[in-house]
Protein backbone atom coordinates (compact mmCIF):
# COMPACT_ATOMS: atom_id res chain seq x y z
CA UNK A 1 0.00 0.00 0.00
CA UNK A 2 1.30 3.66 -0.74
CA UNK A 3 -0.66 5.78 1.69
CA UNK A 4 1.74 8.06 2.29
CA UNK A 5 3.32 8.33 -1.02
CA UNK A 6 3.23 12.26 -1.21
CA UNK A 7 5.05 12.54 2.12
CA UNK A 8 7.86 10.71 1.01
CA UNK A 9 8.16 12.05 -2.43
CA UNK A 10 8.57 15.49 -0.13
CA UNK A 11 10.47 14.17 2.30
CA UNK A 12 12.84 12.69 -0.64
CA UNK A 13 12.79 15.84 -2.01
CA UNK A 14 14.37 17.41 1.62
CA UNK A 15 16.77 14.68 1.88
CA UNK A 16 18.17 16.18 -1.42
CA UNK A 17 18.04 19.75 -1.10
CA UNK A 18 19.22 19.47 2.76
CA UNK A 19 22.18 19.05 4.87
CA UNK A 20 23.31 16.55 7.12
CA UNK A 21 20.60 17.08 9.74
CA UNK A 22 17.61 17.47 7.12
CA UNK A 23 18.57 14.20 5.56
CA UNK A 24 18.54 12.25 8.59
CA UNK A 25 15.28 13.73 9.29
CA UNK A 26 13.71 12.94 6.38
CA UNK A 27 14.99 9.27 6.36
CA UNK A 28 12.98 8.97 9.67
CA UNK A 29 10.03 10.66 7.97
CA UNK A 30 10.45 8.05 5.52
CA UNK A 31 10.82 5.06 7.85
CA UNK A 32 8.03 6.20 9.43
CA UNK A 33 5.38 6.45 6.34
CA UNK A 34 6.46 2.60 5.66
CA UNK A 35 5.97 1.73 8.64
CA UNK A 36 2.33 2.83 8.94
CA UNK A 37 1.88 1.55 5.53
CA UNK A 38 2.81 -1.67 6.61
CA UNK A 39 0.50 -1.71 9.40
CA UNK A 40 -2.48 0.17 7.39
CA UNK A 41 -1.92 -3.50 5.16
CA UNK A 42 -2.00 -5.97 7.71
CA UNK A 43 -5.10 -7.42 9.33
CA UNK A 44 -4.85 -7.02 12.70
CA UNK A 45 -7.35 -6.70 15.09
CA UNK A 46 -4.77 -4.06 17.12
CA UNK A 47 -4.65 -2.04 13.89
CA UNK A 48 -6.32 1.34 14.73
CA UNK A 49 -4.58 1.42 18.28
CA UNK A 50 -0.68 0.59 16.60
CA UNK A 51 -1.90 2.72 13.23
CA UNK A 52 -2.90 5.52 15.30
CA UNK A 53 0.40 5.37 17.10
CA UNK A 54 2.57 5.08 14.43
CA UNK A 55 0.92 8.20 12.81
CA UNK A 56 1.72 9.93 15.06
CA UNK A 57 5.03 9.32 15.08
CA UNK A 58 5.23 10.47 11.73
CA UNK A 59 3.10 13.58 12.07
CA UNK A 60 6.22 14.57 15.16
CA UNK A 61 8.90 13.00 12.55
CA UNK A 62 7.46 15.75 9.83
CA UNK A 63 7.21 18.26 12.73
CA UNK A 64 11.17 17.60 13.21
CA UNK A 65 11.49 17.86 9.83
CA UNK A 66 10.08 21.25 9.26
CA UNK A 67 11.37 22.67 12.25
CA UNK A 68 9.51 23.89 14.79
CA UNK A 69 10.73 27.80 14.45
CA UNK A 70 9.89 27.61 11.21
CA UNK A 71 6.31 26.20 11.41
CA UNK A 72 5.42 28.64 14.51
CA UNK A 73 6.46 31.34 11.65
CA UNK A 74 4.36 30.12 9.36
CA UNK A 75 1.07 29.55 11.33
CA UNK A 76 -0.40 31.95 9.04
CA UNK A 77 -0.51 29.55 6.02
CA UNK A 78 -4.15 27.39 5.72
CA UNK A 79 -1.80 24.32 5.32
CA UNK A 80 0.76 25.03 8.51
CA UNK A 81 -2.38 25.19 10.73
CA UNK A 82 -3.96 21.95 9.91
CA UNK A 83 -1.00 20.41 10.29
CA UNK A 84 -0.47 22.15 13.78
CA UNK A 85 -3.92 20.90 14.47
CA UNK A 86 -2.87 17.81 14.54
CA UNK A 87 -0.87 18.15 17.19
CA UNK A 88 -4.59 18.66 19.12
CA UNK A 89 -6.43 15.85 17.96
CA UNK A 90 -6.68 12.16 19.37
CA UNK A 91 -7.38 10.58 16.30
CA UNK A 92 -5.27 11.23 12.92
CA UNK A 93 -7.36 11.66 9.85
CA UNK A 94 -7.72 9.22 7.41
CA UNK A 95 -4.33 7.79 5.70
CA UNK A 96 -5.36 9.98 2.63
CA UNK A 97 -6.34 12.95 3.36
CA UNK A 98 -3.18 12.57 6.65
CA UNK A 99 -0.91 11.97 3.68
CA UNK A 100 -1.87 15.72 1.89
CA UNK A 101 -1.44 17.42 4.99
CA UNK A 102 2.47 16.31 5.64
CA UNK A 103 3.07 16.42 2.09
CA UNK A 104 1.78 19.86 1.93
CA UNK A 105 3.60 20.84 5.03
CA UNK A 106 7.25 19.12 3.43
CA UNK A 107 6.91 21.16 0.26
CA UNK A 108 6.03 24.60 1.84
CA UNK A 109 8.71 23.86 3.75
CA UNK A 110 11.60 22.61 1.29
CA UNK A 111 10.16 23.53 -2.46
CA UNK A 112 12.29 24.42 -5.06
CA UNK A 113 11.56 28.73 -5.54
CA UNK A 114 12.44 30.96 -8.05
CA UNK A 115 15.51 33.07 -7.77
CA UNK A 116 15.45 36.96 -9.19
CA UNK A 117 15.83 36.01 -12.49
CA UNK A 118 13.23 33.56 -13.00
CA UNK A 119 14.70 30.40 -12.94
CA UNK A 120 13.97 27.84 -10.21
CA UNK A 121 16.40 27.46 -7.53
CA UNK A 122 15.98 24.48 -4.55
CA UNK A 123 16.76 24.40 -0.92
CA UNK A 124 16.01 24.67 2.56
CA UNK A 125 14.35 28.29 2.71
CA UNK A 126 10.51 27.16 2.28
CA UNK A 127 9.58 30.51 0.26
CA UNK A 128 8.19 28.73 -3.08
CA UNK A 129 4.79 28.09 -3.91
CA UNK A 130 3.48 24.54 -2.80
CA UNK A 131 2.27 22.43 -5.56
CA UNK A 132 -0.78 22.84 -7.36
CA UNK A 133 -1.44 26.54 -5.13
CA UNK A 134 -0.49 29.95 -6.28
CA UNK A 135 -0.42 31.51 -3.03
CA UNK A 136 2.89 31.88 -1.54
CA UNK A 137 4.75 31.20 1.26
CA UNK A 138 5.26 33.63 4.35
CA UNK A 139 8.04 36.10 3.22
CA UNK A 140 7.44 35.16 -0.42
CA UNK A 141 5.81 38.10 -1.59
CA UNK A 142 8.32 40.50 -0.50
CA UNK A 143 11.09 39.14 -2.15
CA UNK A 144 13.43 41.57 -4.52
CA UNK A 145 11.22 44.21 -2.65
CA UNK A 146 13.32 47.90 -3.44
CA UNK A 147 13.11 51.15 -2.21
CA UNK A 148 14.78 50.51 1.27
CA UNK A 149 12.67 47.05 2.44
CA UNK A 150 14.62 44.23 2.77
CA UNK A 151 15.12 41.02 0.40
CA UNK A 152 13.35 38.25 3.35
CA UNK A 153 14.68 35.60 1.17
Known sequence: MTAFA???AAARYA????GGLTHYRAAVVA???RACEQALSDDDPQLPAVSHGLARGLV???RDLADRAWLAASGDDPDIAAFTALETTAVPPAPGLLDEILSRVLWA???PHAGRDGTPQGGDRGSGPRPGSAAASPG???AGVT????DLR
Open 6 to 8: KTR
Open 140 to 142: QHM
Open 31 to 33: RRA
Open 15 to 18: AVTG
Open 147 to 150: GGER
Open 109 to 111: RFA
Open 60 to 62: LAV
